[in-house]
């Protein structure tokens, strides 16, 4: 146990002068400060050091509290796997981050935090996707860890935790651990009286053990002295905000305020009165939470794989001169507190740096740290083969949507044994049937981690839908709730990292509540979670649903969301052709240059976003040449060439498709590739680099100075408007900018001006006497 204690205060010290050093010490470009969080780490350190050096397993796995990262970072430079630099350098310029980011930092990361509630939900969606391997025949050798998440108080604020919480008790969660670090701070203020009592019963209602770590070492023996049942009543009786103050104040203000609420009683006097003021502190001060001893011990005592919340009192700030105050949330340490604390310390001048500074025996502290389980193996994060994609085909219907194009894909691949068909793993909120997904599961099953029949089934009702769980299944059906969407697909698009296993997940919803999950998308694709999301039915194309269910800005949320490769194919055979290059992509994992063809770094991989429609349009027949195919994944392709003196062109993404024979078209099937790859040829250019040119300025290059662009979309029009930038044309660009409301395809359509005879007359007019003299 002493190796722990010396342990937490390294990792203490340690902390606290690194983001002392970035604030105060380090040459500052700019009057911005750079903060920190030293409170907010100080209340977990001894949470982190028990969990870390006596009770975690390689094979666990953390979402560490975003203002614990100081901690963190602390911690791996202590065993050896952070660079000084990058320490001296936090918060700075390839620094180590503000908060633990898998794709930023180089420490032994498991899962980003820093939007606060996110990292803690994902834990317990990492455990179902452990599960879900290991009840696969490819599987079934993977060690069992803990998922675990070190909670901030304030956290449990967040609505996406308690979506998580039901999601995981429909799903038999277990091999989950939150510890919360209930220091009663937050940003603005001090946590409402009684929210412990709120906090247990909802964990245990969802069949959590929840076990309260209110009292350390200390306090546990002073209560077992004559008077100490008192001293307790009066710590349980304490309010958040007095017991804060008193902490900032000190020992001499402690004992005077409990002499006066609990003097002249005998033996709690004299239980006080044997304390000097700087013991009496360190006594009240010694929540569970921050005794090292007491977390060890607690978490050593867990026998069972029962999703578990440990209730961790603390002081945040503790054993620093801000601890308890109000303020000290975003607080720092000021330069004479530094030198009064470092001296508190017994960290000698010029040795801030050192992991063992203040070690007594070095030697004996590293041979312990050397046999830690969890650090045994170095760097946990593991890989897999990339699986080899099978032949993808469309079909040859004449009229078919998008939606219908993707339920006949997966249901090829359902029907095969390809290697990635045993891998993918779909999930929906809800919406499995109404996004085509029906098929898949019909032959594929859903997965629980026991077999359920599908009464329907068993009393010989028809139905379409066969519901069967069982453990070999390959769907994870989810309640509405969309933020558990994007969290789950986060963590089964890590499985080979966190796992060494290989998932190709797909993920279906209704395109408008993209929206909804939007902070759990951009969370996922921070982490470079490998995985596809198809939203589907989309834009005013689905009319009878009213506005409510008619996306507008999803358009642009697939072009501006980095990680997450955008397409909105209008045909069949597009969607045949980006979904076969989408489970290549999901599994890429190269660095370089990018490719000079396209100005894409298509070799780093990422996760696709598929926008499709419930609309059946008429396809346009076989089409097997390879501009077609490699314009549908660049982004675009010329649908009709236009001529040599062309007047206008036609550039659309999606359903709204029109041909006609003095204009030329360009099909859009992803405006997201098509921008990236132009801003890249731009910025390559202004580095010196001439030749870069991209797809889209190929593409348009051939186009007259006189040319009109009228670009259309069931989205936002903004998608193409850029268009007219690329080689200066002018542009009218056409799409939905508002709320639509119930109809017909066609009623709204020409409300937005978006129909083939809106198109029409706008061509007319352009074309009338609109070119130049001398063309």
């Known amino acids: 146990m002493s190796h722990l204690k010396t342990i937490e205060q390294r990792l203490l010290w340690l902390s606290h002068w690194m983001i002392h050093h970035a604030n105060h010490i380090r040459p500052k470009a700019d009057a911005i400060k750079i903060g920190g969080h030293q409170a907010s780490s100080a209340s977990m350190v001894s949470i982190m050091t028990a969990l870390y050096f006596s009770a975690m397993r390689v094979e666990d796995r953390v979402a560490v509290k975003p203002h614990a990262a100081p901690i963190f970072h602390a911690m791996q430079y202590l065993m050896g796997h952070l660079p000084l630099e990058k320490l001296q350098n936090f918060r700075g310029f390839h620094g180590v981050q503000s908060y633990p980011s898998r794709t930023k930092d180089v420490d032994d990361v498991d ?53 998580c919480l039901q999601e995981g008790w429909k799903h038999d969660l277990r091999n989950t651990w939150w510890i919360i670090d209930y220091n009663r701070q937050s940003l603005d203020g001090i946590v409402r009286e009684g929210l412990f009592e709120r906090i247990e019963k909802i964990f245990q209602a969802f069949s959590w053990q929840v076990i309260r770590i209110k009292y350390g070492a200390l306090q546990h023996a002073a209560f077992a002295e004559p008077g100490g049942a ?16 008193l902490t900032f104040q000190g020992g001499a203000v402690w004992r005077q305020h409990l002499l006066d609420d609990l ?65 000290n949330h975003g607080g ?7 030198a009064e604390w470092q001296a508190h310390m017994g960290v000698p001048e010029g040795q801030e740096w050192e992991p063992f500074a203040t070690v007594a025996d070095p030697k004996a502290l590293q041979d312990f740290l050397s046999k830690a389980p969890f650090f045994a193996k170095g760097p946990r994060q593991f890989t897999d083969a990339a699986l080899q994609v099978p ?9 078919i949507s998008t939606q219908m194009g993707f339920g006949k894909i997966l249901d090829d691949l359902a029907k095969s044994d390809s290697d990635l068909a045993a891998r993918i793993v779909t999930t929906s909120p809800d919406v499995t049937g109404t996004t085509n997904l029906g098929p898949w599961v019909n032959c594929r099953k859903l997965f629980a981690r026991t077999v359920q029949a599908d009464t329907f089934q068993d009393q ?38 966190l796992f060494g296993k290989r998932l190709i997940p797909i993920g279906t919803v209704y395109d408008p509540f993209v929206a909804r999950g939007l902070d759990a998308l951009n969370y996922a694709c921070y982490q470079d979670a490998r995985f596809v999301i198809v939203g589907t039915p989309s834009g005013v194309t689905l009319a009878p649903e009213g506005g409510a269910h008619q996306s507008i800005a999803a358009p642009l949320i697939g072009m501006a969301q980095d990680g997450l490769a955008a397409f909105e194919p209008a045909f069949v055979d597009e969607l045949a052709v980006i979904m076969a290059w989408a489970f290549d992509y999901l599994q890429r994992d190269g660095t370089g240059d990018p490719d000079e063809r396209t100005w894409l770094r298509d070799e780093t991989g990422g996760a696709v976003y598929l926008r499709l429609s419930t609309n059946p349009i008429e396809q346009p027949g076989q089409r097997a040449d390879q501009a077609f195919r490699q314009g549908a994944i660049d982004g675009g392709y010329w649908l009709r060439p236009p001529g040599p003196n062309c007047d206008v062109v036609i550039a659309y993404q999606g359903v709204i498709a029109e041909t006609r024979r003095d204009v030329g078209v360009l099909a859009v099937t992803s405006a997201d590739r098509l921008n990236a790859g132009w801003t890249a040829a731009q910025r390559a250019r202004a580095r010196g680099n001439p030749a870069a040119i991209s797809h889209i300025e190929h593409l348009l290059g051939a186009l007259p100075a006189h040319c009109t662009l009228l670009t259309v979309i069931d989205g936002h029009p903004a998608t193409l408007a850029w268009l007219g930038g690329v080689r200066g044309h002018r542009t009218i660009p056409l799409g939905v900018e508002h709320f639509g409301q119930t109809g017909t395809i066609g009623d709204l359509y020409r409300h937005f001006g978006i129909d083939a005879a809106s198109m029409v007359e706008r061509i007319a007019s352009l074309t009338a006497g609109a070119r130049p003299a001398g063309h």
């Open 230 to 245: 008192a001293l307790r009543a009066w710590i349980d009786a304490c309010p958040n905000q007095l017991y804060a103050a």
């Open 111 to 163: 899962f980003s935090t820093g939007s606060v509630g996110l990292g803690v939900a994902i834990t317990s969606f990492a455990s179902i996707v452990q599960d879900y391997i290991a009840a696969k025949t490819w599987g079934q050798e993977l060690p069992m860890g803990r998922m675990v998440a070190l909670v901030g108080d304030a956290e449990l604020d967040e609505g996406n935790i308690y979506e």
């Open 332 to 338: 720092l340490m000021t330069k004479a507190q530094m």
């Open 263 to 327: 003097g002249d009683q005998g033996e709690v006097s004299a239980l006080i009165a044997r304390r000097s003021d700087a013991e009496l502190a360190e006594l009240m001060e010694n929540l569970g939470g921050n005794c090292v001893q007491t977390m060890a011990e607690t978490f050593a005592a867990i026998d069972h794989d029962r999703p578990t919340c440990f209730l961790a009192y603390s002081i945040k700030g503790w054993g620093t001169p801000i601890a308890g105050h109000k303020d």
């Open 391 to 399: 032949q993808i085909t469309a079909g040859s219907d004449r009229d």
């Open 460 to 497: 010989k009702i028809p139905s379409t839908a066969k519901w069967e769980f069982t453990p070999e299944g390959q769907h994870i059906e989810l309640g509405i709730a969309e933020m558990n969407l994007f969290l789950l697909l986060g963590a089964l698009g890590l499985s080979h990292a």
